[in-house]
């Protein structure tokens, strides 16, 4: 798949996107495929919803092509804002989508970074020293899967050109390992039968993702 992605890069002379939610291994993604294209310049994440009014303008860096890049987005305020220029993304970009099947394994990390508020740098590479909370500390509602299963949703609307598999990937010849904890994450949650029921036979619409 990811020499696929660079072949096709390279010969439409597009720059690279990665769209994916928030813990679905965006990161790893970006940095594996500017390991293969050391042309192109990688700019980690964009977009992102920060301090400044517009994040999304960040976009517009994709619109010139004086040099190739490669960025991925993963904040949910900035798709929304970017789901009308589509077409003009498509136009600039390989479009490339990265899926976590495992959801209640995501929304476990997605749920453990967000409540601890835990230093940017622990939200990859994270190793069991770096714990912060212990079994069972969080309950999780129906507001947060709720909102976590929108977030899963919105980037098919980009209509990605590639949509890859974060389990079934080798992503492991880069910067970024896959985190590590003391125990395994889904135990964090004080309701853990309630966040299988919910999410544990959650899986993509096969029309479009099983189609890739």
């Known amino acids: 798949m990811l020499d696929s992605i660079v072949n096709t890069a390279l010969e439409s002379n597009k720059h690279i996107l990665i769209m994916g939610s928030a813990r679905s291994g965006t990161h790893a993604l970006g940095a594996a ?4 294209l050391p042309s192109f ?8 919803v920060d301090h400044r009014a517009r994040p999304w303008d960040d976009i517009l860096k994709f619109y010139s092509h004086t040099k190739p890049l490669i960025g991925h987005i993963v904040g949910f305020t900035s798709k929304i804002k970017l789901t009308a220029s589509v077409a003009k ?3 600039h970009c390989v479009v490339v989508n990265i899926k ?8 476990a990390s997605w749920m453990y ?7 940017f740098e622990l939200w990859h590479n994270h190793r069991p020293s ?3 909370l212990t079994p069972g500390s969080i309950e999780a509602t129906e507001q947060d899967i709720e909102q976590f299963v929108v977030e ?3 980037d098919d609307f980009f209509l990605p050109d590639f949509v890859v598999d974060y389990e079934n990937t080798d992503l492991s010849n880069n910067r970024y390992a896959k ?5 395994d994450l889904k135990h964090i949650f004080s309701n853990l039968d309630f966040v299988k029921q919910q999410l544990e036979d959650w899986h993509y619409s096969k029309g479009h993702y099983g189609d890739q």
Do not use: D, S, W
């Open 33 to 36: 495929l500017a390991t293969c």
């Open 41 to 48: 310049v990688y700019l980690h994440e964009v977009c992102g």
């Open 89 to 91: 993304i498509k136009e």
């Open 100 to 107: 976590r099947n495992n959801k209640v394994q995501q929304f």
């Open 113 to 119: 970074f967000h409540k601890t508020q835990a230093p």
């Open 130 to 132: 770096n714990m912060l």
């Open 152 to 154: 899963q949703i919105v």
């Open 179 to 183: 985190n590590q904890y003391a125990f």
